[in-house]
């Protein structure tokens, strides 16, 4: 089996040097290593030898192998060279014309200022969570505290699908907040909790320089023992100054969301028009940036954790009017526009 080997070596060589082509060695390569090759032919007889030929004719066969397929490696590079040699000298080559400039693609401002969001929250303990945009009307609102006779389905003019959902939930509907996300996680996971729900949400809302009826949330929760709203405030500051990279004047004022009690709103100063007053803080200087609060009771008990041993806070935010104060975007119709030449200056 030695001198089979060997003699397969020495045509193997023989055939490389005498081919002109690339296709010439393809099929070199696939008569003498292929499946079907020779070499194959001559290894299935391996079996049959002692252990002692075994461990020469082993060790043997590899190096013929490998020796063979530098070989054409080295054949291919040689006919390529020549190849491309012989073009040169055919063909008129301006080596000062300028090269096809290939367009590198950008990043929306979107996701850009969302995935610095993410990762200024997962620095601070925060999971990322995630949960359907088409929702059933128990966790839109019922679980959120908010029955079908309540007044603060007003506050919210919904999308609903012609189809009902399957574990009798009420009729399906294109989810307003991402709050229905803290009930799901809250059934799932349990307390303690801490997570961050960024996602896509709507509303039928009056379009203008600062509404859309598409747009983007950021719902936030922290369920623990012995929570309060200095958590919150801290929490935020850190955000806010991480964010902009510098000091943001903020103001807390109360307000109102059946999901939370007692409920807080945070403004920050507008920084596109450093509080003067312009179309997107409506001429007051200030943006609303934040619903928050603790969380009710009653979430707490439809997400199925105790609310005499724990509390939390919540709170949402829309992802646009970020966006819109990083960039200095003065009309959130230009984010949804589509045209390159917005997004490419980001």
């Given at each position: 089996?030695?001198?089979?080997?060997?003699?397969?070596?020495?045509?193997?060589?023989?055939?490389?040097?005498?081919?002109?082509?690339?296709?010439?060695?393809?099929?070199?390569?696939?008569?003498?290593?292929?499946?079907?090759?020779?070499?194959?032919?001559?290894?299935?007889?391996?079996?049959?030898?002692?252990?002692?030929?075994?461990?020469?004719?082993?060790?043997?066969?590899?190096?013929?192998?490998?020796?063979?397929?530098?070989?054409?490696?080295?054949a291919r590079a040689e006919?390529?060279?020549?190849?491309?040699?012989?073009?040169?000298?055919?063909?008129?080559?301006?080596?000062?014309?300028?090269?096809?400039?290939?367009?590198?693609?950008?990043?929306?401002?979107?996701?850009?200022?969302?995935?610095?969001?993410?990762?200024?929250?997962?620095?601070?303990?925060?999971?990322?969570?995630?949960?359907?945009?088409?929702?059933?009307?128990?966790?839109?609102?019922?679980?959120?505290?908010?029955?079908?006779?309540?007044?603060?389905?007003?506050?919210?003019?919904?999308?609903?699908?012609?189809?009902?959902?399957?574990?009798?939930?009420?009729?399906?509907?294109?989810?307003?907040?991402?709050?229905?996300?803290?009930?799901?996680?809250?059934?799932?996971?349990?307390?303690?909790?801490?997570?961050?729900?960024?996602?896509?949400?709507?509303?039928?809302?009056?379009?203008?320089?600062?509404?859309?009826?598409?747009?983007?949330?950021?719902?936030?929760?922290?369920?623990?023992?012995?929570?309060?709203?200095?958590?919150?405030?801290?929490?935020?500051?850190?955000?806010?100054?991480?964010?902009?990279?510098?000091?943001?004047?903020?103001?807390?004022?109360?307000?109102?969301?059946?999901?939370?009690?007692?409920?807080?709103?945070?403004?920050?100063?507008?920084?596109?028009?450093?509080?003067?007053?312009?179309?997107?803080?409506?001429?007051?200087?200030?943006?609303?940036f934040m619903g928050a609060?603790?969380?009710?009771?009653?979430?707490?008990?439809?997400?199925?954790?105790?609310?005499?041993?724990?509390?939390?806070?919540?709170?949402?935010?829309?992802?646009?009017?970020?966006?819109?104060?990083?960039?200095?975007?003065?009309?959130?119709?230009?984010?949804?526009?589509?045209?390159?030449?917005?997004?490419?200056?980001y």
């Amino acid at each position: 089996m030695e001198n089979e080997l060997k003699k397969l070596e020495k045509a193997a060589t023989e055939a490389i040097k005498a081919a002109k082509t690339s296709d010439e060695l393809q099929n070199i390569e696939v008569q003498f290593l292929g499946r079907k090759g020779e070499l194959t032919s001559i290894l299935k007889g391996i079996k049959d030898l002692s252990v002692e030929e075994k461990k020469v004719i082993g060790p043997l066969s590899n190096d013929i192998k490998n020796g063979i397929i530098q070989k054409l490696e080295s054949a291919r590079a040689e006919i390529e060279a020549k190849a491309i040699e012989a073009q040169l000298a055919n063909e008129f080559f301006d080596i000062t014309a300028p090269g096809v400039a290939r367009k590198i693609g950008k990043i929306h401002p979107m996701s850009q200022v969302q995935h610095e969001v993410e990762n200024i929250f997962h620095g601070m303990g925060f999971t990322v969570a995630d949960g359907p945009e088409i929702e059933s009307e128990y966790y839109n609102f019922e679980g959120l505290n908010i029955p079908a006779d309540h007044p603060a389905r007003d506050m919210q003019d919904t999308f609903f699908v012609d189809k009902k959902h399957e574990d009798k939930h009420g009729r399906l509907v294109l989810r307003t907040q991402t709050s229905p996300v803290q009930i799901r996680t809250m059934e799932k996971y349990g307390a303690p909790l801490r997570i961050i729900v960024p996602g896509r949400v709507f509303r039928n809302e009056a379009t203008d320089a600062s509404h859309e009826s598409n747009f983007h949330q950021v719902e936030g929760l922290m369920i623990d023992k012995d929570i309060s709203l200095a958590n919150l405030k801290g929490v935020m500051a850190e955000f806010l100054t991480e964010l902009f990279k510098k000091e943001v004047n903020v103001r807390f004022r109360p307000g109102y969301f059946p999901f939370v009690e007692p409920g807080v709103e945070l403004d920050f100063s507008c920084l596109i028009c450093n509080g003067k007053g312009c179309s997107v803080c409506k001429r007051t200087g200030w943006v609303e940036f934040m619903g928050a609060g603790m969380v009710h009771p009653n979430v707490l008990k439809a997400g199925g954790i105790d609310s005499k041993e724990y509390q939390g806070w919540a709170f949402g935010f829309g992802l646009e009017r970020l966006a819109m104060m990083r960039y200095g975007i003065d009309d959130i119709r230009l984010i949804f526009s589509g045209d390159l030449r917005f997004t490419e200056q980001y």
